[in-house]
Structures are given as structure tokens and as C-alpha cells.
């Protein structure tokens, strides 16, 4: 039998992932980036004796594979792209790869906004209960390098909707999918529907033996609805309605009903707050009861779980003003969750490079929760427009530095500072991180 030959376009964690996986199968390898190459990958590539490419696509070699792994991050519109497909070469992502070289059960979690928590969550609940867990996918270490490394007998993953476009025979055991809001819709052809079928794409290959865990309270989603596999079991959350099967909150107190065994908890122990916050547990809490982890086990994570950096991430409280860093709220839902959950005076410092934002969606909850706002962008028009007449006091700030010291200036005794952009980064920071990592630096030199 011939030697499949691998392409691996992308050569971060997931690709370099994908290309330490396929030379363990013993596939002809070949790394090519169109960018730079990190130092730490490069060195990884050369230990391994894995040949690769920087800043340019060699199309003779890329057009003679048998398979492509692509980067989540490549749009499809790609040059390179376009000519794979014309010469109909299998193009999967690095979850699809892994996935084909795993005997674990997949719990993989998909939504446009609380996916990340969702999964770091679920991953916690697995393993505080003892279970041979692994945590990978838009998170933490790529799925095909742990595959690689050693299998699990759990892994549980976040998937974009950009690694399911290139998926074929992924198949969870269980499948999450937190909500529904529009993004990345210039990777859709600008159509909604299109990154809908993305999302419920994630359902697509499960059977009766599976679940798919979904949030009844979504319009979207119930919109939708029909676009899931029929097969699947379907486990509703809802935060409004009681269900029979799933998950739901009566009398400040999430209940979830899957059996004789219910599970009860009051909401005000849950570690993280927040309505957004009792949907992510409820789904978690149904993925750990479905594969067995007992209801004291399930308690005692859900009420010591730390939120991730970067999401609603506690940084400090200075002359009774607590710092809150939230810079993963790169859309207007994921601000919508954060000031949602607030329950004192915010300052809020937004803005960035705005992606077609809708701020009407957060108009209420600013006018009744934010007191002030500190514009951090190039260009804040647009934020000006929006809440001039909701905010008594708006005000634009050139560097990270300025809108902490701004908005320490303007808060009083009992009032929050919360970093929740709304916006992509790439304006002043190289990404969410950065930005998160110098508001952290700024607060804390205060």
C-alpha cells in the first residue's frame, strides 16, 4: 500500500499537533506555512525530523498530497485553497484527524459565546472525578499531539465552527452547543444561515447512543432546531422552563433530571456567577453525569471551578474598586454576559476593531449598570454614537495604561472596573491575550 502523504497547512499548536501524529502513523509528512514559523514550533519541527516551509506555499509538493490538515485559521477563499479543491484532495481539520486515531469518548462543545468556559468547566468536572481526561481543541494542548502522546479514555474538546467545516467523520459522544449569535460571518459567505449549518454540524454523525445538549432559551437554536441529526438524544438547558429530560432553574436552583438520581444545587454557589454562567454548569453538569461522575463530585467542582484568563478573570480590588478582566469579549454577546452578571456600578473599558457590531443589544443593560465608559480604539465613533446618550460620562483613551489610570480616576468606593471590549484587539494589541496581559499589568502597578 502506497504511504499516505500529509500536507499540513499552519504550523501553530494545531498544525505542528497534526504533523507529530501523522509521522507516528508512519505518513510522509510535510509542514507548510505562508507566515512565520515560531521559534518553539520550528525547533519542534527539526527534532522531529519533520521537513517544512516558511513564508511561501510550494504548490508542487501541497497539490501531490493524498491528504490536506488545514489551520482553522485559512479561509476557504484562500489561493491555495481554491487549487487544492479543484484537484479534489481531501482538505479535514486537525479534530478530524485526531479523531480518526482515538478510541476515546468525545465530549466536544460548540456556541458562538461560553464554549471556552463551557469546555474548561466540563474538563474540571472529569477531572476532579478521577476519569483519564484530556482537554484540547480551540483550548489548552491540540487533540492530535495528546493523541499522539497517549490516548484517553475521555477527551473533552472546543470546536470552533471553523474546525467542523473541515470535519467527515467526527462523531461525539456527547455534543454541546451553548447558543447561537452572529459572527465571523464574513467567513460564510455573510450568511447566517450558513454559519448555522456550521454550528449544527456537530450533530451530524452521532446516533442514538449519543447525546446533544442545547439551550432551550436560544431563538436561535429553537429557530433552527430542525437542522440537528434526528437520531441524537436530545438534552435541553433551560434558565425559563421546566423540562422532563435535562436541566433547568426553579426557585434560584439548578436542577438537572436524567434519571431516578436528579441533581440539585442553589445557583448562589456555583463559583461562577451569572445567568450565562448557570447555563455553562447545567450543560457541563449533564455532560459529567452521562459518563458517570457522582453527584458530590459534581458539587464540590462546580463550587471551586476558577474561571478562566482572560473571561471574567478577578485581577484585583484597589480602595474598595474591584478590577475585572474580561478581553475575550472580542463580540457584543460576550459584553452582554459580562454586564449581565455585574452587581455593582461599572466603568466600562471598551472598544477595538468593531466587526459589524449591533450595539443596541447592549443599550439596556449599559444605561442601567455602566456609569461611565472609556473608549480604547483608534476609532471610537462608533461607541460614542451608541452610548453618548446612555452613559453620563464617555471618553476616549490612547493606550492600555490611560483607560486603567482614567477609570480609576472615575470610580468610587464599591464600584467595578471592568475590561469587556466588545471588539476585536488587533488595533493596539497583538491579540485578546495581550490586551488582557497589559490591563492585568496596568491594574496591578495602580
Known amino acids: 500500500m502506497p504511504v499516505e502523504k500529509i500536507v499540513i497547512l499552519g504550523s501553530g499548536e494545531s498544525g505542528v499537533g497534526a504533523a507529530i501524529l501523522a509521522q507516528k502513523q508512519g505518513m510522509e509528512v510535510f509542514v507548510s ?30 497539490l501531490a498530497a493524498t491528504t490536506i490538515i488545514k489551520s482553522p485559521g485559512i479561509p476557504d477563499k484562500a489561493p491555495i485553497i481554491k487549487k487544492i479543491k479543484e484537484k479534489n484532495i481531501p482538505v479535514i481539520s486537525e479534530i478530524e484527524f485526531g479523531f480518526r486515531y482515538t478510541k476515546a469518548k468525545v465530549i466536544a462543545i460548540t456556541g458562538t459565546n461560553g464554549k471556552t468556559t463551557t469546555t474548561a468547566l466540563t474538563y474540571h468536572l472529569l477531572d476532579k472525578a478521577g476519569l483519564n481526561v484530556g482537554l484540547g481543541g480551540n483550548i489548552g494542548t491540540s487533540f492530535a499531539r495528546q493523541v499522539a502522546n497517549g490516548d484517553k479514555e475521555y477527551f473533552v474538546l472546543e470546536v470552533s465552527s471553523f474546525q467542523l467545516d473541515n470535519c467527515v467523520t467526527f462523531k461525539p459522544h456527547i455534543a454541546v452547543l451553548c447558543n447561537i449569535t452572529e459572527d465571523h460571518l ?63 432553574v426553579e426557585n434560584k436552583q439548578i436542577i438537572i433530571e436524567l434519571d431516578q438520581n436528579n441533581f440539585i444545587m442553589p445557583i448562589s454557589e456555583l463559583s461562577i456567577q451569572g445567568m450565562h454562567n448557570s447555563y455553562n454548569s447545567m450543560a457541563a453538569a449533564i455532560s459529567a453525569k452521562l459518563v458517570g461522575v457522582r453527584n458530590e463530585k459534581i458539587r464540590e467542582s462546580l463550587e471551586d471551578f476558577k474561571n478562566l484568563e ?23 454577546n460576550s ?60 471618553v476616549d483613551a490612547g493606550s492600555m495604561e490611560q483607560a486603567v489610570q482614567m477609570a480609576y480616576n472615575i470610580a468610587e468606593k464599591g464600584d467595578v472596573v471592568l475590561l469587556s471590549p466588545c471588539c476585536a484587539s488587533f488595533d493596539l494589541f497583538e ?4 490586551r488582557g496581559k497589559q490591563f492585568k499589568r496596568c491594574v496591578l502597578n495602580l
Not at 520550528?42 to 508542487?60: D, M, N, R
Not at 478573570?313 to 484597589?318: G, L, P, Q, S
Not at 491579540?431 to 495581550?434: I, K, L, M, Q, S
Open 335 to 394: 459584553t452582554w454576559y459580562a454586564l449581565e452578571s455585574m452587581i455593582k456600578p461599572t466603568v466600562l473599558i471598551a472598544g477595538g476593531v468593531d466587526k459589524g457590531n449591533d450595539y443596541t443589544l447592549i443599550k439596556e443593560l449599559v444605561n442601567s449598570k455602566v456609569k461611565a465608559i472609556i473608549c480604547l480604539g483608534k476609532d471610537n465613533e462608533k461607541l460614542h454614537q451608541a452610548f453618548a446618550s446612555e452613559v453620563g460620562y464617555i
Open 186 to 248: 464574513d467567513r460564510y459567505d455573510y450568511k447566517f444561515e450558513n454559519y448555522i449549518d456550521s454550528k449544527f454540524s456537530i450533530t451530524k454523525n452521532q446516533d442514538a447512543d449519543d447525546y446533544f445538549i442545547y439551550c432551550m432559551d436560544d431563538k436561535v437554536t429553537m429557530e433552527y432546531f430542525h437542522k440537528a441529526n434526528p437520531a441524537v438524544q436530545k438534552l435541553p438547558v433551560s434558565y425559563y422552563q421546566k423540562v422532563s429530560k435535562g436541566a433547568y
Open 431 to 434: 491579540n485578546y491575550e495581550d
Open 310 to 332: 482572560h473571561r471574567l478573570e478577578f485581577v484585583a480590588t484597589i480602595r474598595n474598586v474591584d478590577f475585572i478582566n474580561d478581553s475575550k469579549a472580542t463580540n457584543v
Open 33 to 62: 506555512d505562508f507566515g512565520k514559523i515560531k521559534d518553539a514550533y520550528k525547533s519542534e519541527l527539526e527534532a522531529h525530523q519533520i521537513p517544512f516551509e516558511e513564508g511561501t506555499h510550494s504548490e508542487e509538493i501541497i
